[in-house]
């Protein structure tokens, strides 16, 4: 069975910086383009970053400049370089494959504050 399982968060403070992996086991993300997804509470979630197979990456407005995103496919793991961290990146991160998307891990948690 797949499994999604991100890594990596955890308290930091505003300016800070946060490495988020996404590993997967039983499936390969080779082939297929990736994103990052965040949801704060009471809010929808919401896409923040992808990444294609060739290593091509996009960035929602809110993260440009600050958040990077990249993958290993021999790990078959994605990664989520965050710097310059708000209060307002505070959420769980997930990540999973942008279109025919697995089931969804448990996220990790990001808190930014002081």
């Known amino acids: 069975q797949v499994q999604l399982v991100e890594s990596g968060g955890g308290l930091v403070q505003p300016g800070g910086s946060l490495r988020l992996s996404c590993a997967a086991s039983?499936?390969?993300?080779?082939?297929?383009?990736m994103a990052w997804y965040r949801q704060a509470p009471g809010k929808q979630r919401e896409l923040v970053a992808t990444?294609?197979?060739?290593?091509?990456?996009s960035l929602v407005d809110s993260v440009k400049g600050r958040f990077t995103i990249s993958r290993d496919n021999a790990k078959n793991t994605v990664y989520l370089q965050m710097n310059s961290l708000k209060p307002e990146d505070t959420a769980v991160y997930l990540c999973?494959?942008?279109?025919?998307?697995?089931?969804w891990g448990q996220g990790t948690q990001v808190t930014v504050s002081s």
């Open positions: 999973n494959r942008q279109f025919s998307p697995l089931g």
């Open positions: 990444i294609t197979s060739g290593g091509v990456s």
């Open positions: 039983g499936s390969t993300f080779s082939g297929y383009r």
